[in-house]
């Protein structure tokens, strides 16, 4: 399997990005796909996952209220809308899939990765 992020990027306390991961070479109807981020110095976080039938989702305390995933099965792709974005958002965020469910989020380790990408929060 292979991901392709994007959407990364510097975005000022208080801003919004959006981050999206294509998948390709596995299917969201199999697989729950969600993000994690590492900041330096910190512990890998799962951030947040969305199952593959049911659409069930998983949010971290640190981003409920404030991040919202969704997904297009029909473009294998997810999605991941941060809003009220705050300095401590600061991470490499990764896209990861996982067979059915997401019982891997928060302290486990998916099956599959994407590369990472770099989300900086300005205080």
């Known amino acids: 399997a292979q991901f392709v992020e994007s959407g990364g990027g510097l975005a000022p306390a208080g801003g919004s990005l959006r981050l999206s991961c294509a998948a390709f070479?596995?299917?969201?109807?199999?697989?729950?796909v969600g993000w994690f981020r590492q900041a330096p110095g910190k512990e890998r976080e799962g951030v947040s996952c969305?199952?593959?039938?049911?659409?069930?989702?998983y949010y971290a305390d640190s981003v409920k209220g404030r991040f919202t995933i969704s997904k297009d099965s029909a473009k294998n792709t997810v999605y991941l809308q941060m809003n009220s974005l705050e300095p401590e958002d600061t991470a490499v965020y990764y896209c990861?899939?996982?067979?059915?469910?997401?019982?891997?989020?928060?302290?486990?380790?998916?099956?599959?990765w994407g590369q990472g990408t770099q989300v900086t929060v300005s205080a």
């Open positions: 070479g596995l299917s969201f109807e199999h697989y729950a």
């Open positions: 969305i199952s593959s039938s049911d659409g069930n989702t």
């Open positions: 990861a899939a996982d067979f059915l469910v997401c019982s891997k989020w928060p302290k486990g380790s998916p099956d599959f």
